[in-house]
């Protein structure tokens, strides 16, 4: 039997109401294997960043369920949910989302905390996860001081902090320039090999090809799959 860690069931999403309603869901059925890497693709606007969403429990379905090892998250308070996210999943954002007030290092032991981890551990835990992707040189620096690509690692340490099982990543290379696209390439993959389950949304063929499976969205809807070989 296959262990699926994230299985999405008949989810559809509206946002707003009446007139004003826009269905960004339509009825997706997707389940993740624990330790897959799938890239979800296709055009702007159909849906794939809702879908990642729904998947982190960062917003949850009109109708449909969402199972995270097979708890039903879409049942879940506000609480419980935020508990389960912080050290079962890790959500890599579009933009990165650091908060700009606090340092490289603060961005990271917010996780932390957050995790439940008090602060005299933190720091050393903070310090590592970012000697991991490369940064503890500019641990105290404020994000405005960091490239996007070093922001972006930032967000990565951030997402792994609680060490959770999946990786939720939204567009990753949408704006590094090419050095900084290599590196998350080969840090995607030490990750992967690493056990991590990992679902990337992508219009990066270098790393849809790298993806296990590449699910397609279009209006929506799940409209088609590849798997790599
Ligand atoms: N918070 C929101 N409120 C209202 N509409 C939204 C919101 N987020 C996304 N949408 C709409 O839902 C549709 C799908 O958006 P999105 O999931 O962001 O697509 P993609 O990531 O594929 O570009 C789009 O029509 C978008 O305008
Ligand atoms: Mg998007």
Redesign the pocket.
Known sequence: MADVVLSIENATKV??SGPAA?E?LKDVTLQVERGEWIAIM??????????LQLMGGLDRPTKGNIYLDKSDITRLSQGDLARLRGHKIGFVFQFFNLLPHLTALENVEMALWLGGMDKHLSRSRGLHLLDQVGLAKKAGNFPNALSGGQQQRVAIARALANDPDVLLMDEPTGNLDSAAEADLLERLSMLHEGGKTLVI?THNPAVADRAQRRVR?RD?RIVGETNNA
């Open positions: 946002y707003g826009t960004a296709g055009p702007s606007g159909h849906g794939k960043s809702t879908l949304v969205v929506g």
